[in-house]
């Protein structure tokens, strides 16, 4: 099949290169133009594990190419994608500015039928807005032209984006006309071949069932954050509780790992924008109230550890961060936790030295070369001269760290563990403090 992704981010460069894997031609349009050469040029503008082979094993076979160029895109794909970002507006409502000018510009120039499909996390109603742009340009050129609109949301991880678009749990096509489903069914066939896991359902169902997944999963998270909080103050250990509930298959293991919160583009922005439409509709769903809040107060957390061990004053002291992306195997430091960390680390007058294997780049990027942030080149070398060392991602690198080795470089033998990384009496053990979040 022809196909135009339009947004060569996270979702848009890793659907397009997938959908060239399995033998379909694309194209991918960006308006961002240093994205585009930088992918001309054999490079890919974002970490994500595997998908820098995939990218230039599919340029190689001729399958999948880039462009700026609008007028191409449309004219390419019988199916477009629209890929692009729905950033927060002001008052957290999903901003739909670049999702409808990307629906605007095909409806500008396209010729024949096509469908577009809403791959971006749009709030419902949304696809009639698509339409609505769409008709509006084809009825200023004076043209009438066949097109049907999609829902089809994407539920991939960052990280491990390619292994999720390549092996779906499910694909959700929200869709009310035939022909689309059709041609959509035949587009995923190749992705769910041991047992077709595609879910038709209306469009309007298909772009809510994108915000519950990402709400419902968030609260998971801010309500183990919470207990383990509790566990805290109690003296009981989450650790033992998560595997206590987890092992009901009703609840069940995923997403039960507390931390110091939540990050990333989506669960945040999503949470934010389902709020929104709640209290829009008067149907207000106040648990997700709760769930934000809890998130915001959780990233402050270790910084609560830091200030009840050392008080507020922390001039004169330095901090090693292991850990700067939100989560592991990415370098996305979009909402991550160690920006709150760092930036508190500073009010309070203390400075800090970084190492994340990936992400140190799109940190200099962020925090420019402020000197009260310096980078080291491997974990052990961020200790030296440091009070105490903060965790906030849960790279596999640091899983099994020698601490005798931890204990000798640090000014202090102080461990603030914002990911449960260890077993607190084997850290102790070797004489070093440890801090973790809600673990004996
Ligand atoms: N990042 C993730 O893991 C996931 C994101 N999503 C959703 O997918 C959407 C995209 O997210 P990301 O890929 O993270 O965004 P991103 O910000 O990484 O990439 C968006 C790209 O679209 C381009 N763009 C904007 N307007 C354009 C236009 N009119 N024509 C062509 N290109 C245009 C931008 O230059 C940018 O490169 C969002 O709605 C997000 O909520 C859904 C599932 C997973
Ligand atoms: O809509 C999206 O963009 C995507 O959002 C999330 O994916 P992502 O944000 O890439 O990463 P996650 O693995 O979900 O992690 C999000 C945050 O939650 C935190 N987390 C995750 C799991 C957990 O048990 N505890 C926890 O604190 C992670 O550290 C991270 O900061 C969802 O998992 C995807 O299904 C969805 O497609």
New binding site residues.
Partial sequence: MKITVIGTGYVGLVSGTCLAEMGNEVLCLDLDAAKIDTLNQGGIPIHEPGLLEMVRRNVAAGRLSFTTSIEDSVAFGQLQFIAVGTPPDEDGSADLKYVLAAARNIGRHMTDYKVVIDKS?VPVGTADKVRAVILEELAARGVELPYSVVSNP??????AAVEDFLRPDRVVIGAEDERAIRLMRELYAPFIRNHDRVIVMDVRSAELT?YA??AM?AT??SF?NELANLADKLGADIEQIRVGIGSDPRIGF??????C???????PK?VQALIRTAEENSSPVRVLNAVEQANDEQKHLLLHKIRARYGDDLRGMHFALWGLA??PN?DDMRA??SRVVIEGLWQMGATVTAYDPVAMTESRRIFGDDPRLRYATAPIAALAEADALVIVT?WKEFRVPNFEQIKAALRQPVIFDGRNLYTPSQVREHGLEYFAIGRR
């Fill in positions: 996390t994407e539920f991939l991880k960052e990280g994108k997944a990402n999963l998971r998270i183990m995923h997403f039960l790992y507390p931390g919160g939540y990050g990333g583009s989506c669960f999503d939100f989560k990415t991550a936790s849960e």
